[in-house]
């Protein structure tokens, strides 16, 4: 099973799961109604580990190892339990540079003012943030006068946010950790003393230069002393700062919506999938409009799917990542479940992105490629991937549910049904690209 992260400059990554190897495994159990886990436990030999707070789903792990899957076996058996699934584990690692042309992206990079700055709702940011042009093809500039995303409350599950970015700080709650010890939804939280120590001595020469373009995990190389062609990648973790990099696209495009960060990532792109499922079930508690999934996996996770119908049910537009190995494919979750809008990456001339997935699973897609955002350190950084697609179009459906109280019921719909159509651009891809590439000025009339 495989779960993706894919960006480039801050990350090129793909997630793998690989079954945990302990004195014990771990399940993640969900009971039937009326179901006690004390009697699963005393049953099987397991134990609770945690719960997913109010829902009746439980990670247990059995007393030894289950060689045969022999617990797993008995769990699935028991009628009070109405799913079981090993917790995978899930780590991030990166794909082969074919996907991409280093050539390309630095003539691209050469091309971007990366010290310009202007002010944006208040605060001081890069103008190559503010007017790029995966904005301009999605029309999200010509949508200010009518819909910022105010009142709205967006939630994106990741590695957390750099709370102290200046072009996020006002606009960010303070979210939560599901995360092992993490203390809060900072992706600075877990770093080493010596690490954070680094960052706060390179804040200064990081102000100075602004947009940096780096490929391949190399966040370390961005706050080692600035030097992009240093090749020295330090000690930070290969993943640090791929949540601020969905945070910034998310303010970018919603720039008055308020922005929850759930820290389900750590810093090396590590989670499992009971995590997951608990941050679901985090953005349900904190009521939150929108849920960004800037990831996605091979493989069927019951647990997960039950998570993402109760969002549903509460009304919650749920928007995640169709995968980024330029496949056709079915099975892309949480993007292929019924309750999910599933989202492919395109390039700046509406044509299908060549690392992005397509098929069934795609509802509607978004520019991916060479998209500046934010990063750590108060820097900016561009960024390819469906990892940066997704919170494109999580931002355009708070735009419409900030304008609920005018009789919108169904912002999803209205973002589906206002897409301009691309298959005409992409032989070969007709019917496999969902509605088309997002256009916010469409939605906003439509709406009005």
Not at 125 to 140: I, R, S
Not at 191 to 197: F, I, K, N, R
Not at 434 to 444: T, V
Request: proline share 5%; with cysteine.
């Amino acid at each position: 099973m495989k779960i993706r992260l894919l960006g480039v400059i801050l990350i090129i990554g793909l997630v793998s799961l690989s079954r945990a190897q302990s004195t014990g495994q771990r399940y993640i159990v969900a009971l039937r109604g009326g179901g006690s886990i004390g009697a699963v436990n005393a049953a099987y030999g397991t134990k609770t580990v945690r719960q997913v707070d109010g829902s009746p789903i439980y990670l247990v792990q059995s007393g030894t190892p289950d060689v045969n899957a022999q617990v797993l076996q008995q769990l699935h058996n028991d009628s009070s339990v109405a799913s079981a699934e090993p917790n995978t584990p899930v780590r991030l690692r990166y794909p082969s540079d074919a996907t991409l042309n280093p050539a390309l992206v630095q003539q691209a990079a050469s091309l971007i003012d990366g010290q310009t700055m202007t002010t944006f709702y208040g605060s001081t940011v890069l103008q190559a943030y503010v007017h790029q042009k995966a904005v301009a093809m999605t029309h999200v500039d010509g949508v200010r006068n009518m819909s910022t995303g105010a009142g709205t409350h967006i939630a994106y599950i990741d590695t957390g946010v750099d709370f102290q970015h200046p072009a996020l700080a006002p606009w960010l709650d303070p979210g939560v950790s599901v995360w092992n010890n993490s203390t809060s939804a900072s992706e600075l939280d877990g770093l080493s003393q010596q690490m954070a120590s680094l960052l706060d001595q390179q804040m200064t020469s990081l102000l100075d230069n602004r947009l940096v373009f780096v490929l391949n995990q190399v966040m370390a190389s961005l706050l080692d002393g600035g030097n992009q062609n240093s090749g020295n990648s330090g000690n930070f973790p290969p993943d640090f700062g791929h949540g601020t990099l969905v945070a910034g696209i998310l303010h970018m495009v919603a720039p008055e919506a308020r922005i929850v960060p759930i820290k389900a990532f750590d810093a090396n792109g590590n989670t499992t999938m009971f995590a997951i499922t608990q941050a679901v079930y985090r953005a349900i508690q904190m009521r939150v409009d929108v849920l960004n999934m800037s990831f996605s996996t091979a493989q069927d996770s019951p647990a997960l799917r039950q998570a993402l119908m109760d969002a549903a049910a509460a009304g919650i537009a749920v928007v995640a990542s169709v995968g980024n190995d330029g496949d056709n494919t079915v099975t892309d979750v949480p993007a292929c479940y019924p309750s999910v809008l599933g989202v492919a990456a395109t390039d700046f001339a509406d044509r299908l992105a060549g690392f992005s997935n397509y098929g069934p699973t795609v509802s509607v897609d978004a520019p991916g490629a060479f998209v500046v955002s934010t990063v750590p350190g108060g820097r900016y950084a561009a960024a390819w991937g469906t990892s940066f697609s997704t919170p494109m179009v999580a931002g355009e459906i708070a735009l419409v549910a900030s304008l609920r109280g005018q009789g919108i019921f169904n912002p999803t719909l209205l973002v589906l049904n206002t897409a301009d159509p691309i298959d005409s651009l992409n032989p070969g891809y007709a019917g496999k690209l969902g509605k088309g590439r997002i256009n916010a000025l469409q939605a906003m009339r439509y709406a009005r």
